[in-house]
Nanobody, 125 residues
Framework: QVQLVESGGGLVQAGGSLRLSCAAS?????????MGWFRQGPGKEREFVAA????????YYADSVKGRFTISRDNAKNTVYLQMNTLKPEDTAVYYC?????????????????WGKGTLVTVSS
């Protein structure tokens, strides 16, 4: 059974930084899957943030975070990170780690196979 556990959320002032972590268990390195992050702000729908493709080499970002957020991974720890810099109040959301099996890159929440429970990020102005 795949489990995804997020951590690293918190309260930060606008312009600040946070690093989120997603520790995965139950995934095998040889499996074909895409892994990344979604978020859901207050009163908003859940949206794609960033992801690795199934080879875990190429990265993809939502336009709203491009240049500010960086997704990275540590294969030895089965952990994916999201470094968030120059945070804005509109980045306030619950951030979810997600995995989608297959060779398509994670982008739509409808295709996600596994979700973490989420970690709250609050950016004050």
């Amino acid at each position: 059974q795949v489990q995804l556990v997020e951590s690293g959320g918190g309260l930060v002032q606008a312009g600040g930084s946070l690093r989120l972590s997603c520790a995965a268990s139950g995934l095998t390195f040889s499996s074909t899957y895409s892994m990344g992050w979604f978020r859901q702000g207050p009163g908003k729908e859940r949206e794609f943030v960033a992801a690795f493709n199934w080879r875990r080499v190429t990265t993809y970002y939502a336009d709203s975070v491009k240049g500010r957020f960086t997704i990275s991974r540590d294969n030895a720890k089965n952990t994916v990170y999201l470094q968030m810099n120059t945070l804005k109040p509109e980045d306030t959301a619950v951030y979810y780690c997600a995995v989608q099996y297959g060779t398509s890159t994670l982008y739509s929440e409808r295709s996600v196979d596994y979700w973490g429970k989420g970690t709250l990020v609050t950016v004050s102005s």
